[in-house]
């Protein structure tokens, strides 16, 4: 079993940092990290809980947070619903946005059985509505490293949002991309957590380096 790169933990909560390749929840096709806290946990305690507080998509690295009580998950999910957790990422996109800065806001719902985020029409009764605000790094001249924040968090979205106005992230071929990045791998990275504490309350942010390969320009 792979070791776990933990990046915070309390007594109810944990806090990993989650490789691209790897699938959040437990699957009968793939590891999942879901798998190996339940042994780093089980190893410490034979009674152990692991609630799946959000998850992220196999093809992307970060941090990715669990509860350790079934009190915690109740806390942590409400949170999540009220929008009071904060969500950043990194992306890397084939192509710049038009503006330097901007809110996205479209309506999408799931398909299913080809397992995406199709963008669609208010009127559709299928769809959610789904916001996120980006801006460019300003390390980066060319434009085409971003900063996300979510407003909502649906499936796929931001990998549906920025394909619809003609930025896929890099090797997402699912959403238009034109190549493959990284094996496994998109790039598209959770890079900070900003949650409360279920434990005393406290507010935390918790930051997962981006892999080595978003270094490249």
């Not at 792979?2 to 959040?24: M, R």
């Not at 460019?136 to 490293?145: H, I, N, V, Y």
């Not at 924040?149 to 619809?164: E, K, N, S, V, Y």
């Not at 890079?191 to 409360?196: A, E, K, S, T, V």
Request: charged share 25%; net charge positive; glycine share 4%.
């Amino acid at each position: 079993m792979q070791a776990l790169d933990i990046l915070y933990e309390s007594a109810w909560t944990l806090v990993i940092y989650k490789p691209a390749g790897l699938a959040s929840e437990v699957s009968p096709h793939y590891t999942s990290a879901e798998a190996q806290v339940q042994h780093y946990l089980h190893e410490r305690e034979r009674k152990s809980f692991v609630g799946v507080v959000h998850r992220l998509d196999r093809a992307v690295s970060g941090v990715l947070l669990f509860a350790k009580r079934k009190t915690a998950l109740r806390h942590l999910q409400e949170q999540f619903r009220l929008r009071q957790v904060q969500k950043t990422y990194l992306a890397w996109v084939e192509q710049a946005p038009a503006l330097p800065e901007a809110t996205l806001e479209h309506y999408l719902w799931k398909d299913m059985a080809n397992r995406r985020a199709i963008v669609s029409q208010p009127t559709d009764t299928k769809a959610q509505i789904c916001r996120l605000h980006y801006r460019t790094r300003p390390e980066k001249s060319d434009g085409r490293l971003l900063e996300i924040q979510l407003d909502t968090g649906r499936f796929h979205q931001i990998r549906a949002q920025l394909a619809a106005i003609g930025c896929p992230i890099i090797g997402d071929t699912k959403y238009g991309a034109q190549g493959y990045w990284q094996p496994e791998a998109i790039a598209l990275h959770a890079w900070q957590l900003r949650f409360i504490e279920p434990l005393d309350g406290s507010e935390h942010t918790v930051e997962a380096p981006p892999p080595s390969a978003f270094t490249f320009s």
